[in-house]
């Protein structure tokens, strides 16, 4: 991990930790809204930040929130409860209460990839990730080269991967880090990289469309961490950087577009996260 320090050069990190940590709640868990009403969601992305800047919280009230998530049975309401659980749980340096094992192997089981989102927001390989990278980060990744088999028949021609005329950088990443953690990789690796890059807007950032001239902190994060998988990087990197900065608001947190926006949790983590990965080139 890189030295929290180092991020100060572009953004104000305190100002970020304390938009966070002002949103603990004495249940441990956060929430965006700053009500006492913590969620899952929002403890996921904040412990993702603050674990980013080294800033994790030294008690053992967020673990326990993070860990009330998991049934006795070492089940999950859903496959994002499940990863974001998991995921946080790392990042504290903990355990779940229970073995997830048997409830990720009835998961896969069951696995199919669903060609029935139509949700802009969505990915058709969503679900899929999260289980893939369960089953990597609990020493079954052998099991990957299912899913990634299934997400190869979404590739196209372009480079991109998702359901014809509905492929986006959010579907691309997805799918290219399942096939990373399969061991496998594109048909096409130059031509998946160009369509990233036919995406990057000349003043910082990435946009959904090629040459839209405007710049969004998700599709930001997506293009950035494709490149960064293929082992490539963006032309524009001072922009990109300049663009995170940017987006930064008066509370510490992040906004979605440089013009104007709320902050969010999602949003911050997609910064930081552009932000180490830029910050290495």
């Given at each position: 991990?890189?030295?929290?320090?180092?991020?100060?050069?572009?953004?104000?990190?305190?100002?970020?930790?304390?938009?966070?940590?002002?949103?603990?709640?004495?249940?441990?868990?956060?929430?965006?809204?700053?009500?006492?009403?913590?969620?899952?969601?929002?403890?996921?992305?904040?412990?993702?930040?603050?674990?980013?800047?080294?800033?994790?919280?030294?008690?053992?009230?967020?673990?326990?929130?993070?860990?009330?998530?998991?049934?006795?049975?070492?089940?999950?309401?859903?496959?994002?409860?499940?990863?974001?659980?998991?995921?946080?749980l790392k990042a504290l340096g903990a355990s779940p209460r229970h073995d997830p094992g048997d409830y990720l192997l009835q998961r896969f089981r069951s696995h199919c990839i669903r060609d029935d989102v139509y949700i802009e927001s969505l990915s058709i390989f969503e679900s899929s990730f999260y289980l893939a990278d369960m089953l990597a980060m609990t020493g079954r990744q052998e099991l990957c080269k299912d899913i990634a088999g299934d997400v190869?028949?979404?590739?196209?021609?372009?480079?991109?991967?998702?359901?014809?005329?509905?492929?986006?950088?959010?579907?691309?990443?997805?799918?290219?880090?399942?096939?990373?953690?399969?061991?496998?990789?594109?048909?096409?690796?130059?031509?998946?990289?160009?369509?990233?890059?036919?995406?990057?807007?000349?003043?910082?950032?990435?946009?959904?469309?090629?040459?839209?001239?405007?710049?969004?902190?998700?599709?930001?994060?997506?293009?950035?961490?494709?490149?960064?998988?293929?082992?490539?990087?963006?032309?524009?990197?001072?922009?990109?950087?300049?663009?995170?900065?940017?987006?930064?608001?008066?509370?510490?947190?992040?906004?979605?577009?440089?013009?104007?926006?709320?902050?969010?949790?999602?949003?911050?983590?997609?910064?930081?996260?552009?932000?180490?990965?830029?910050?290495?080139?």
């Open positions: 991990m890189m030295a929290p320090s180092l991020y100060d050069r572009y953004i104000n990190v305190d100002a970020l930790a304390s938009y966070l940590l002002k949103r603990r709640n004495p249940d441990g868990g956060f929430c965006f809204y700053g009500l006492d009403e913590s969620s899952l969601n929002d403890t996921f992305y904040a412990v993702m930040v603050l674990d980013l800047l080294g800033q994790l919280p030294t008690d053992d009230r967020t673990v326990e929130y993070v860990r009330s998530f998991q049934s006795d049975d070492g089940g999950f309401i859903s496959v994002y409860s499940a990863w974001c659980t998991l995921k946080a190869l028949r979404y590739e196209r021609g372009d480079g991109s991967f998702g359901q014809p005329g509905g492929s986006s950088l959010m579907s691309t990443y997805f799918a290219l880090a399942i096939l990373g953690l399969a061991g496998t990789a594109p048909a096409d690796c130059e031509k998946v990289a160009n369509y990233v890059r036919a995406r990057a807007v000349k003043s910082g950032g990435f946009s959904k469309r090629p040459e839209t001239g405007l710049a969004f902190m998700d599709e930001t994060y997506y293009a950035v961490k494709i490149l960064e998988t293929l082992g490539e990087k963006p032309d524009n990197i001072r922009e990109t950087i300049g663009f995170i900065a940017a987006c930064q608001n008066e509370n510490g947190g992040f906004r979605r577009a440089r013009a104007s926006g709320i902050s969010g949790f999602d949003t911050s983590y997609y910064a930081l996260e552009s932000l180490r990965v830029l910050m290495l080139y």
